[in-house]
């Protein structure tokens, strides 16, 4: 059974903040997706990753940054959190396959204030 | 641009069948995928469709017509614990990027 495990299921801090979202998997998948799912907007990609330190801008990556050094650890890092990133965010990952099924974690709902 | 649309809301009884439609229009495609997500949880893979025509998984269907940009999800007899959210999302030509549909949230009622 594949596990995807993200470091905090709620999260609050303060405009301006560093804020570090990890993110393990325990299934050897190469790929790795950081989302933020907003109400009527579905899941939208922030960065991916294909590879230990290779990484990939999804469609809204302003803002962000990642990092992978390991295979199985996929970190999303806010340099410095605003409100408007006040969302859910959520880790995926996938293997090398031709059904493509994204295995996703149980999401970390950050508040910014 | 990218864009995935869906019908925000269907609503249908126990038993039923119910269809969820979702055209897309994206810069290339290479497949599309169907998730459920209940509230509160995580998204959970139904199906995939790289080419033309009907995928069955038990009482999920899934079907993709790419020469109208064009997929639909039909779940048959109904039951209460599939009322969730569906999104669609299509894997574009940039090798491991999703886009994602804004959801389908489906209401089955007794």
């Known amino acids: 059974d594949v596990k995807v495990t993200q470091s905090s299921r709620y999260l609050v801090k303060r405009t301006g903040e560093k804020v570090f979202l990890e993110c393990v998997q325990d299934m050897d998948h190469e790929n790795m997706f950081w989302y933020r799912q907003d109400p009527g907007l579905g899941l939208r990609l922030i960065y991916f990753s294909y590879d230990v330190k290779m990484k990939e801008k999804g469609d809204i990556p302003e803002g962000y940054s990642v990092s992978r050094e390991k295979k199985e650890r996929f970190s999303l890092i806010l340099e410095s959190a605003s409100t408007n990133q006040t969302s859910m965010y959520l880790c995926?990952?996938?293997?090398?396959?031709?059904?493509?099924?994204?295995?996703f974690g149980p999401g970390t709902r950050l508040t910014v204030t | 641009g990218q864009s995935l649309e869906q019908p925000s809301e269907v609503t249908a009884v126990e038993g039923a069948i119910v269809q969820i439609n979702c055209t897309y229009q994206?810069?290339?495609?290479?497949?599309l995928s169907w998730y459920q997500q209940h509230d509160g949880g995580a998204p959970t893979f139904l199906s995939y469709?790289?080419?033309?025509g009907l995928e069955e998984t038990g009482r999920f269907s899934s079907f993709l017509s790419r020469s109208d940009s064009y997929g639909y999800l039909l779940l048959q007899e109904l039951q209460m614990k599939d009322s969730a959210s569906y999104f669609c999302?299509?894997?574009?030509?940039?090798?491991?990027?999703?886009?994602f549909g804004p959801g389908t949230r489906l209401s089955v009622l007794p």
């Open positions: 994206t810069s290339g495609f290479y497949g």
């Open positions: 469709n790289a080419l033309d």
């Open positions: 995926a990952s996938m293997g090398q396959g031709t059904t493509y099924e994204q295995y």
């Open positions: 999302a299509v894997r574009d030509n940039y090798g491991q990027n999703f886009v």
